[in-house]
């Protein structure tokens, strides 16, 4: 199956998935393939319940997933000598998800807005609106309380797909209009977590969903991911200021630090603070604007590990991705099993609209208006390279 035909096969999937059950869960304490405890995700957060899912296949891929912000726990993925190896960032349990415990967007399907909306004002039909400001100055990822800390309706169909559904009242971290959505997680035979997105709203607001994963696909994440190997299929990316905010020009990446049209090792050129983009970041924190014309069928961007030989190709149906390397994590987060996490543990590579895009009309719009169904797509696919030092074909 083409990616670009998997929305319309889970559409075919929705009457029966509407008859599920939203509370499905674990019927005992057997651990997940990570080593996950489901009970540590059993908990009650302003009337709604929280739980672990856990996606299969019968290559033994799995995917743990909690509906508490729509967040992927753990991901285990066969490196190239079968062995099974966790490759994102988490916690063990869900309190340590909680933001008075760590204040992290690890692995969340975020919203209503991904990324940075400058000064938190945005306009629509006139009306001029000011939401919250959390990251400086600006909103980032639909402000202070996000759908990242909020919980999403679970619905688990089968043992590969599960489909978490957002209800988002009007004035929701002051977001204009009644959002219902949708993120649908589907694990597919040959190793590929597809991602589905989409929302309607009962008036003109802006949306702009993802997932923010943090990736190391050494599955090591002690170790930084400097040495992981990246390709982007961008020509030009959206510079942002020092406080992270775009500044409305897109710039060519030829002859610059910004360059992945060739893939390289991520440790290149990243304390290369000469280039401001990289001193403003201290890394990378950029959209990249996609070659890829809203092909879902073109690699976005591929990712290799030399250490584990795992591969990923990022596919999406957006105008951009977001290459964050980890810049912020600062030895003060200790993870899943005790292990605390360096900076550049992890990356991520987040597929979206432009930051921003409400405050600059000449990029693709991201309003959404009442009889209009957002959607987007995303497919993150892991194999195999035999040769350490090799990249995988684009």
């Not at 299929?233 to 610059?256: K, Q, R």
């Not at 959209?287 to 250490?307: E, F, V």
Request: some cysteine; charged content about 15%.
């Amino acid at each position: 199956m083409k990616l670009q035909n998997l929305a319309p096969a889970l559409l075919v999937l929705l009457p029966f998935i509407s008859g599920c059950q939203s509370n499905n869960r674990h019927a005992d304490t057997q651990l997940t393939k990570s080593g996950l405890n489901p009970e540590n995700f059993n908990a009650e957060i302003d009337g709604k319940s929280t739980a672990l899912f856990t996606l299969t296949n019968d290559n033994g891929m799995e995917a743990a997933i909690t509906n508490y912000g729509g967040r992927i726990v753990s991901l285990m993925v066969p490196d190239r000598d079968g062995k099974f190896r966790d490759v994102v960032l988490g916690f063990d349990s869900i309190a340590d998800y909680f933001p008075e415990n760590n204040q992290t967007d690890f692995c969340a399907s975020i919203g209503r807005y991904a990324n940075r909306i400058d000064h938190g004002r945005l306009v629509i039909d006139g009306d001029t609106i000011q939401l919250p400001v959390n990251n400086f100055g600006h909103c980032l990822h639909g402000g202070p309380t996000g759908w990242q800390y909020q919980v999403y309706e679970a619905n688990q169909p089968n043992d590969s797909i599960l489909i978490l559904t957002m209800h988002s009242p009007d004035g929701d971290n002051n977001f204009p209009g009644n959002v219902t959505a949708t993120v649908t997680y589907s694990l597919s035979y040959d190793n590929t977590l597809y991602i589905s997105y989409s929302a309607t709203t009962d008036r003109p607001t802006v949306i702009n969903m993802t997932n923010h994963a943090y990736f190391t696909l050494s599955g090591d994440p002690t170790a930084t991911v400097n040495d992981e190997i990246l390709y982007i299929n961008a020509s030009s990316f959206t510079p942002v200021d020092s406080t992270f905010m775009t500044t409305g020009e897109i710039l060519p990446v030829a002859g610059t630090p910004m360059d992945f049209t060739s893939a390289k090792p991520i440790g290149t050129d990243i304390a290369n603070t000469s280039y401001d983009q990289i001193k403003n970041s201290n890394g990378y924190d950029h959209n990249w604007i996609l070659d890829t014309k809203g092909d879902i069928d073109t690699p976005a961007a591929i990712l290799t590990s030399p250490a584990s030989g795992i591969t990923l190709t990022v596919y999406t149906d957006e105008p951009g991705i977001q290459f964050y390397s980890g810049n912020f994590l600062d030895g003060t987060i200790t993870g899943k099993k005790g292990i605390v996490y360096p900076q550049r543990a992890a990356l991520c590579l987040e597929t979206q609209h432009y930051p921003d895009s409400p405050n600059k009309p000449e990029w693709p719009s991201t309003t959404l208006r009442p009889g209009e169904t957002y959607k987007s797509h995303t497919a993150f696919k892991f194999g195999i390279s035999t040769d350490a030092n090799a990249v995988p074909e684009k």
